[in-house]
């Protein structure tokens, strides 16, 4: 007798189980019922599931989970509009590379190809946005194509794999062995080229390392800070990453974003050998492709990426490294210690210091809220470890400038540019790591994307700080309003509630701040409540005028 065999469940009996195995701990939701038996199955286990209150924000939920986790982040929710609003976290995911699953109710199987009520294909849906879209439809496949389903989302290249889950099928009674926890495999670089790595190092004269993408861990930024200290190497961090490289540490060179500082940019530009690890360097980090040229960059490059199709596929690499940023990272410590034959003296230091000045002081607003020395206020006082997120707007841009991240895993946003994100990652964060300091960021446009998500904090006790800066418009689509169309405004002005009041309504904690020099008490307060809170601060409208000097 195969005693992996376990006893007779139904399917979303075995489903459950199967994720339960691969160590989930919680996953997000918005019910429906065409996965009623899946809930079923939740109800006697220890899974800690979030209801929330739209599926866009339970699916960026779960890929804030991936982004901090490295593991797949689990998301359900029901077919056709459920899974339409789903995919906003979904490509997310995809463009982030973040591991995620996400499981959608679809119709009873005898109806396929009916146009059945709320039938979509998931196939000819998700296909361009995920790594891989399957429908189960036979209850005894479920382990083996949930086991799939993690390998794919965390393997090479992490993404979104989305599950489709017939309704009568959860129902269906099997009897299957488990399959056993999933460790990805993971591409190291190989001795030959981790030689020829270090021949091109030793004969640079003024190479610089860029940051990025997703297959990261702590060890290995200990791993690349270490190795830039020993060979004297400026480091700098792609969009929205800038949480794989302590700011404050000697080396830091800043963060290639959108409009990042030109002495960047230069000196990137004047390098003979880039090191880009783990990043794609696509169109924000690479200002619409203009940092390096396409297709053969004028410096040596070296690319290090998990994935073999996305290496030479916008940049012909001088030395092409299939491998992830974490086994590359460790691989580094093999090299040789002797840095005698480094002739780029002086040059990590000079590129901290014009981090420092480009960062340093926030330039002066219209009106009485500075929202620049609100941010290098905050960079000081809150704990190292304090985990901020945002979404997408001009807002952002006075975060990724003045604000420094001194730890792995600190930053959430979306490098795919959405909006709505902050809150729901925010949310996520504070249920992973209750101990930690989080505060999201959202413009008054950004925030009512996913606002709603307010309530499940609420519901669920989870303490974040929700700073909305409201500048009464859709900031960065107004700054090229302003630019292409001049005197031509049209859809970009809001017309906002009383976010303070609207956090109260929902039993939170809300405070309007007008004046900077509120700012600091009203956090404080926000902080003490012990409830989520939501910091209501007023931008001068004029200061649209300054965006495009800080985005970054």
């Not at 189960?136 to 194509?145: F, G, N, S, T």
């Amino acid at each position: 007798m195969n005693s992996s065999i376990t006893p007779t469940r139904t399917a979303a009996q075995v489903l459950i189980a199967q994720l339960i195995k691969q160590g989930v701990e919680r996953l997000t939701c918005v019910p429906g019922e065409s996965y009623l038996a899946a809930l079923d199955a939740m109800h006697d286990t220890d899974l800690d599931v979030l209801t929330c209150r739209s599926e866009g924000g339970a699916a960026m939920m779960a890929e804030a989970y991936g982004k901090l986790t490295g593991r797949p982040g689990i998301c359900f929710v029901t077919r056709g509009p459920g899974a339409t609003n789903a995919s906003h976290g979904v490509h997310i995911a995809m463009q982030d590379s973040t591991p995620m699953i996400l499981f959608i109710g679809q119709v009873d199987r005898s109806m396929r190809e009916r146009e059945a009520f709320q039938e979509i294909d998931y196939k000819a849906m998700f296909s361009p946005i995920s790594k891989w879209v399957v429908e189960i439809d036979k209850a005894d496949r479920i382990p083996e194509l949930i086991a799939r389903a993690f390998r794919v989302a965390m393997q090479g290249r992490p993404g979104p794999v989305v599950v489709s889950l017939p309704e009568d099928m959860l129902t269906d009674i099997c009897n299957v062995p488990e399959v056993p926890y999933i460790t990805p495999a993971d591409s190291w670089p190989a001795p030959a080229d981790l030689k020829t790595f270090e021949g091109l190092l030793q004969n640079a004269k003024r190479p610089i390392v860029i940051l990025g993408g997703s297959t990261w861990s702590s060890a290995a930024v200990t791993s690349i800070v270490d190795f830039s200290e020993r060979y004297e190497l400026p480091v700098a961090t792609s969009f929205r990453r800038a949480s794989l490289f302590p700011a404050d540490h000697p080396n830091y060179a800043g963060e290639l974003g959108i409009g990042p500082d030109p002495r960047l940019k230069t000196r990137i530009a004047e390098s003979d050998l880039i090191i880009l690890i783990g990043g794609r360097l696509s169109e924000m980090p690479s200002s619409s492709y203009t940092v390096l040229d396409v297709p053969n960059p004028s410096q040596d490059l070296v690319h290090v990426y998990p994935c073999a199709q996305e290496l030479g596929r916008v940049y012909q690499p001088k030395l092409a490294i299939q491998a992830s940023a974490s086994a590359f990272c460790q691989a580094l410590e093999t090299l040789s210690r002797d840095n005698s034959a480094v002739k780029w003296q002086g040059s990590a230091a000079q590129a901290h210091a014009d981090y420092i000045g480009w960062t340093e002081t926030p330039r002066k607003l219209p009106g009485n809220f500075q929202y620049g020395e609100v941010l290098a206020w905050l960079r000081d006082k809150l704990p190292n470890d304090a985990i901020i997120t945002n979404g997408a707007g001009n807002y952002a841009g006075w975060i990724h400038r003045h604000y420094r991240f001194q730890k792995f895993g600190t930053q959430l946003a979306p490098t795919s540019g959405s909006m709505g994100y902050g809150v729901p990652a925010a949310i996520l964060a504070k249920r992973q790591f209750p101990q930690r300091t989080v505060v999201a960021f959202a413009g008054d446009g950004c925030f009512l994307m996913n606002g709603q998500e307010f309530a499940t904090a609420v519901q669920y006790d989870i303490p974040v700080v929700v700073v909305v800066i409201d500048n009464g418009r859709y900031g960065t689509i107004r700054m090229h309003q302003d630019k292409d169309f001049p005197n031509r405004v049209v859809a970009t002005d809001l017309k906002n509630p009383d976010f303070a009041a609207y956090a109260q309504a929902f039993g939170g904690y809300g405070e309007q701040v007008h004046h900077t020099n509120e700012f600091a008490p009203a956090l404080e307060r926000a902080l003490a409540s012990g409830k989520p809170a939501i910091l209501h601060c007023f931008l001068d409208p004029r200061a649209q005028s300054h965006a495009k000097d800080v985005i970054s």
